[in-house]
């Protein structure tokens, strides 16, 4: 047999195993509920959009070129000034499998390795993941419940130019931040665009969160506070119609776009799931979202209320105001990599606070659970597994749910 | 305004401009005949199934998981088998947005900056460009009408082993090389194997266009010859359904699969296109390639007609036996850089021999076509058109097609 690892890049530095399905209860990943996919209206979109326009993907570009279907791309803009306040041509607009490959797009087009960028200080794991794969340092700037603290983020900008260095951008997913699902406020977002523009650094926007802030109001994106083109933004339709379908776009101005554009090497995303998706969110979204954010307010609750029930006093976390994402603060006695480890063999899956963290030591025992795919059913029941297993291992909740309570 | 062009990355070297549509004669790119798109059968494939499957989509990895639809690899494993001989097991397929992320993926699994690779002397561009961009050199194999030759790979590997060096990998088209449209016998498949086992390289097969071999009868892919697992192979059924539907596929052993996935940061392809292509190809491909074949060799003749009507002697070319390009010799004195330029400006779009070429400028009198896109009539008018320009610039061919001919 030949030794394909003798001959591995240095890029390859991973060993994945086979998949070998999902556990009975799955607090990980972006995915949603699946009963709210809305595969009817889809299906009924699908059907006489393929008819109509499916001989036009004869095209690698269809109609549109190489950022992808252009229909779509207005839809998005129409989408972005109703929903996030932001005016964008859809010449800015590209397409792209999902938001992360936009992020490995924006990541691909500024940074070189031994760069330095600014990020939440909770953050997207794969965004970490990410930048250490590019060789590329980061900042944590400290969080509060209104999302990015100025002043931390003040302070490392003054840092890094007291070194003489200059972060590349400054990351943050400002709207259901994850994992901690704050949200920004107005006159914040206003702050943090005054000290990039002081310390001139762009910002790269992350609003993948942005349609599921269950009150349904949100503020501007800081992409429309922005007269300067000093954002670059991304968003999804992964959280609201479907993960699967990889619908994501990235925002930003010419001429960067045009240096983005060479980048994107696969010769176009699924143009499937665009001439779809084109159809069916004019009629549909804002009623689909509606009916989403009710059902995922309930299992928030139902997440929360199970947490109180079998943890009690023993875990804080904050109500989630939008997303579906739950950020869980253990005592300090938890450590969340040993419980991942031993929940995920009785069947749990969570995701370790170290992994979702700039500085991992120091948040081992948090953890984030996700709550958009598991049924209310499933959320109890895995909370009470959870609760069992973490009794076992670390004796807390003290009073843990498989002992009688007084 | 940020000037983002002050803080681009090493790899930002592109400067793409807005897509401002088609030229009306267009022998470029991968494209495909328009009305041969199955939209019939895909829109009546699409309805049920989205209605069956759809909720599964609520997970990035459907119920598959990283690799991609499952069902679907089923159906390609049987396709392979059936078509190019090979066996190959579902959990070594990865679903891919076309087959050039396959071929992305493999590089950035393999190939460091200062690697040499062994290709075909006259390659389809993107190859040579990705291993540019990855500071990667290559080795061009002289072809003849079966293909990259023997005798020329042996003496590269020779020369290479001589200066210490080893090739990461030989890439090969052998099915319908791009672009020369050349199919390699088996004997030399074989004697292939043979010297990469000798010199201890794996090859990398593209095998996109093997489905589009006229006659139908295509010699078993090098992967099926295999029994070392020195071979990794990608395909695409871009060719066959519509390359705007971006759906390829890598094969790989395992455990060199598990160093592939993690690179693979996008979270998956498009989902819809997956599960419309696996309730599409059981009951259609076979009948819809026979059809496509028939379209294919009709615009292949077309092509060549017009070139012996317009240019004569003054052209030479392998009429196809399969695929989508023909690769023209012209006389020394036609620089294809300047006709591409040229026509350009006047509607008709080629593609310049020395982009398509390891030694580029030995190759500046050659130039693609692609047939698969247009019509046959526009065929016909475009060549036309491109004997008068290239006459107007070169006195060549002799008798333009604008003189009347005795």
Redesign the interface.
């Known amino acids: ?2 030794e ?2 003798t ?13 070998s ?2 556990p009975p209860f799955h607090f990980v ?9 809305p ?2 209206a ?3 979109a ?3 959009v ?2 109509n326009l ?9 109609d ?4 992808g279907h252009l229909p779509l791309r207005d839809i998005i803009c129409k989408q972005l000034k109703r929903r996030a306040g932001m005016s964008v041509d859809p ?1 800015e607009v590209l397409l792209t ?2 938001s ?2 936009a992020m ?1 797009l924006v990541n ?5 390795n031994g760069d330095v960028v600014l990020v939440e200080a909770a953050n997207y794991a ?1 965004t970490l993941t ?1 930048l250490d794969a590019l060789g590329v340092s980061y900042v944590g700037i400290e969080l509060d419940n209104d999302g990015m603290r100025m002043d931390a983020l003040e302070q490392a900008l003054s840092d890094l130019t007291a070194q003489g260095r200059k972060p ?1 951008y400054i990351f943050t997913i400002p709207t259901v931040q994850n994992p901690t699902g704050s949200v920004m406020p107005l006159e914040r977002r206003l702050e943090m665009l005054a000290l990039a523009k002081r310390y ?1 650094v ?1 910002i790269f926007e992350d609003d993948c969160y942005a349609d599921l802030v269950f009150s349904g109001d949100r503020p501007p994106a800081i992409h429309a506070l922005d007269d ?3 954002v670059i933004y991304c968003g999804t339709f ?1 959280k609201t119609i ?6 994501g776009y990235l925002v930003a ?11 994107k ?9 665009q001439i ?1 998706l084109a159809e069916f969110l004019p009629r549909n979204f804002d009623n689909h979202v509606e009916g989403l954010l009710h059902m995922l307010r309930e299992k928030a609750n139902t997440l929360c209320a199970s947490l109180d029930e079998y943890f009690g006093a023993d875990v804080e976390y904050r109500k989630p105001i939008g997303g579906i994402y739950l950020w869980v603060t253990f005592p300090k006695s938890v450590d969340t990599n040993r419980l991942y480890t031993v929940a995920l063999g009785q069947g749990v899956e969570i995701n370790p606070g170290a992994l979702w963290t700039v500085e991992g030591a120091d948040n081992k025992h948090r953890m984030r659970l996700c709550f958009g ?1 598991p049924t209310n059913e499933n959320i109890r029941e895995g909370v009470a597994k959870l609760a069992q297993i973490c009794f076992e291992e670390f004796g807390v909740p003290v009073r843990s749910g498989n002992v009688e309570r007084e």
């Not at 479907?242 to 619908?247: G, S």
């Open positions: 047999m030949f394909f690892s001959i591995l890049s240095a890029a390859a530095k991973g060993d994945a195993k086979p998949f399905g999902y990943g972006g995915n949603i509920d699946e009963p709210t996919v595969t009817e889809l299906a009924d699908v059907g006489d393929i008819r499916g001989h036009a993907m004869g095209k690698y570009g269809m549109s070129g190489p950022q010449s499998t999902g992360l490959q490995d691909k087009t500024l940074l070189n794969g990410k590349k001139d762009p300067e083109h000093r992964s479907a993960p699967a379908l990889r619908v101005p010419w001429p960067l776009m045009g240096h983005i554009l060479p980048l090497t696969d010769a176009g995303s699924g143009a499937l799931e779809v795919h």
